[in-house]
C-alpha cells in the first residue's frame, strides 16, 4: 500500500538514506580500492620516448570491481538498514515549525534491487601542459521506506571519486611571424 507521505518527511527520509547508502558505499569502496587500481583500470600506452600516446578503459578490471563494489555495498547495505531511521514525530505533521521535534519513530528501510554502478571517466584539462584524467562511480540504490501508514521506494544516487591522475605533458611552442630567429619560442 503506498500513500501520500508530506514531502518534510520524504525529504527527511530521503536525506537519511542518501547518508545510509553512502556509507554503505564508502566502507565497500575503502575495503576493495586499492592504492594501485589506476594502473588496474586503465591500459596506458608509451611512444619511444616515454610520452602518453592513449589511455583505454580495461573493462574486463572495471566490471570486476563494479562487482563486488555492488556486492559489498549490497552487504553494507542491509546490514546499515536494518537499524532503519529515525525520524522525529513533529515531522510527520508536515509543519515546520514542528520539523525535527518530539520523539523518534523508527521507519523501517528494505533494499530492494539494491544496488547500480556505473563509472564515467573524465579528462580535465589542468594547465598548459597537465591534463587531469578522473575516474568516478555513479552508484544508485532503491530502498523501500516502510512507515505506520504505507511504504515508499526512495533512490539514492552518490558519485564517488575511485581514482584520479595529471598527465603532464610537452609544453607547447608559440610560433610569431616576423618574429626574429626560428620564430618559435618555447
Known sequence: MVLFVNPIVAGAAKAKIE??????VNRAIADIVTAGTYRELTDIRYDERGKITSISANMLQMNGLSSDIVNTSNGFLELFSAQGI???????????ILTGKGPNVNLRVVPIGSVRCKFDSHFIGQGINQTLHRITLKVQSIVNLIMPLGSRNITAEIEVLVCDSIIVGEVPGIWFPGWPGTGLLQ
Open 19 to 24: 547518508a545510509l547508502t553512502t556509507k554503505a
Open 86 to 96: 529515525a525520524v522525529p514525530l513533529g515531522t510527520f505533521s508536515g509543519l515546520p
